[in-house]
């Protein structure tokens, strides 16, 4: 992703708030190994994790792109990929007024 830690939270936090709006989600950074603590990896390592979210598109009926996603190599591979084979592309919305999927009334 090129964010510290893979940006882990936020898309722990887009799975949460996506999937309790009743989608399926599928999530690039799960049984992937965490990033190194120095927040660098091999060239190969991102070769694998590229690979990976190009099945993941291709698999998708739907791409959602989190914030700042214009950012990363990877995600504008994904976007491009996701517009060639006319997935439907999401772009990030905020979600401030959705509330915590988890608080109950």
């Known amino acids: 992703s090129g964010f510290k830690g893979c940006n882990a939270k936020r898309f722990e936090a887009a799975d949460k708030l996506l999937t ?3 989608f399926e989600c599928i999530n690039p950074l799960d049984g ?3 990033q190194p603590e120095d927040g660098k990896t091999t060239d190969r390592d991102w070769l694998d994790h ?3 979210g190009m ?3 291709a698999q998708a009926d739907a791409i959602y792109f989190l914030p ?3 950012r990363s190599v990877g995600s504008q591979l994904e976007r491009a990929v996701a517009i060639r084979l006319k997935k439907l592309v999401l772009e990030h919305f905020d979600w401030s007024y959705a509330g915590d999927p988890d ?3």
């Open 20 to 22: 309790h709006l009743g």
């Open 103 to 105: 608080e109950t009334e």
């Open 32 to 34: 992937t190994d965490s």
């Open 68 to 70: 700042d996603s214009e």
């Open 55 to 57: 099945r993941n598109v």
């Open 50 to 52: 590229v690979i990976r």
